[in-house]
């Protein structure tokens, strides 16, 4: 409680500053294929939040058949921005996959570029990409991929609205 009635103001780490937009609960859907794969349709819940003292962001996202509603993927994670531009962040997938991502922010135009530094537990992907853009309070992202078969190229793309 603040004492004074009026609701009480959550504190931004400094570093995070430049993300804040990203904070909250993120829902829409979403389209994936790759040459090895059928072509298919989820819906999506992203989430992004923050405990107000460290310069972290927790992340953790679900995915679903559109259809029926039965769960497909989870992964959930840390988004560390530093105060040059850059990010690391750090990703464990529900498959054991895990992914050590590194790139950059530009909070202006809202755009956050990741590329894997590491992919591990993995026995056919190579690397990851992934970039988050944010037009009109729309959140969309690409999600790269690159395979032992296959070079690298979009594997997911999908379209959220903060709810």
């Known amino acids: 409680m603040d004492g004074g009635g009026g609701k009480r103001e ?3 780490h400094p570093a995070i500053e430049p993300l804040s ?3 909250g609960t993120w829902r829409g859907e979403g389209e994936g294929g790759f040459p090895t794969i059928s072509s298919f349709t989820y819906g999506e819940e992203l989430n992004f939040t923050h405990p107000g003292n460290k310069p972290v962001i927790a992340y953790s996202q679900k995915t679903w058949k559109l ?8 992964e959930s ?3 560390r921005p530093k105060p040059d531009g850059t990010i690391e962040v750090v990703i464990a997938q529900s498959t054991g996959l895990v992914e050590l991502q590194k790139g950059t922010y530009d909070a202006e135009n809202k755009v956050v570029k990741l590329q894997s530094e ?3 537990n993995a026995s ?3 690397e990851i990409s992934r970039v988050f853009t944010m037009v009109d309070e729309e959140l ?3 999600v790269g991929m690159a395979t032992s078969l296959t070079t690298h190229q979009p594997h997911l793309k999908a379209s959220l609205k903060k709810i």
């Open 67 to 74: 259809s029926s509603g039965e769960p497909m993927h989870a």
């Open 21 to 23: 937009y990203l904070l």
């Open 118 to 120: 590491l992919v591990g």
């Open 124 to 126: 056919k992907v190579k």
């Open 10 to 12: 959550r504190v931004v």
């Open 77 to 79: 994670g840390y988004w």
């Open 140 to 142: 969309s992202y690409v």
